[in-house]
């Protein structure tokens, strides 16, 4: 199975502030990869599809980037509405596999 | 409009079964292959299984055997026959959709909740 990691695990950040996530894969998976957002109580939604390309209505202070096995996702700007946790999904192969997620909390 | 919803939720003894349905609507479910993702309570996201647009089925390794997903296109509807449930396969469990031109999980359900408890 292919482990999907993910760094950090939590930060903390302010609005305004650049963040980055990593998501790394324990084996090649191409660009089939895709970023989700998930608030407190709400399934999660679909930010950015085949590594960079921003699901449609997505902030483009969002941006993906990477392949084969390093990915990352980065909010420009953080805004109010983007304190959330963020998980990677490889869809490369089966089991499809998650990353254990990173949460943005208030600085 | 892409809606997916799911209902079959509810608290069971360990050992028991539950089928969870999830009726897609906006989109022909026979086209797309359909997924069941768990989520425990205050964890990560779990894939559980898949049913491809040709009927092909796979499992993750925690409910192979013990899960069985199935589809009605007339229905439009998607189901997970959920056998031997154990205390581990508590969560809330959400379907989506791998669809053509739109990838892989772009929409999700509301999710129901299974609680199994003695």
Known sequence: DIQMTQSPSS???????????????????????????????????????????????????????????????????????DFATYFCLQHYTYPLTFGPGTTVDVK | QVQLVESGGGVVQPGTSLRLSCVASGFTLGRSAMHWIRQAPGKGLEWVAVT??????DYGDSVKGRFIISRDNSKN??????????????????????????GCFDRWGQGTLVTVSS
């Open chain 2, 52 to 57: 491809s647009y040709d009927g092909n089925s």
């Open chain 1, 11 to 81: 930060l903390s950040a302010s609005v305004g502030d650049r963040v980055v996530i990593t998501c790394r894969a324990s084996q090649y998976i191409r660009h089939d990869l895709g970023w989700y957002q998930q608030k407190p109580g709400k399934a999660p939604e679909r930010l950015i599809y085949s590594a960079s390309t921003l699901e449609r209505g997505v902030p483009s202070r969002f941006s993906g980037s990477g392949s084969g096995t390093e990915f990352t996702l980065t909010i420009s700007s953080l805004q109010p509405e």
């Open chain 2, 77 to 102: 509807t998607l189901y997970l026959e959920m056998n031997r449930l154990r205390t581990e396969d508590s969560a809330i469990y959400y379907c989506s959709r791998d669809a053509p031109s739109y």
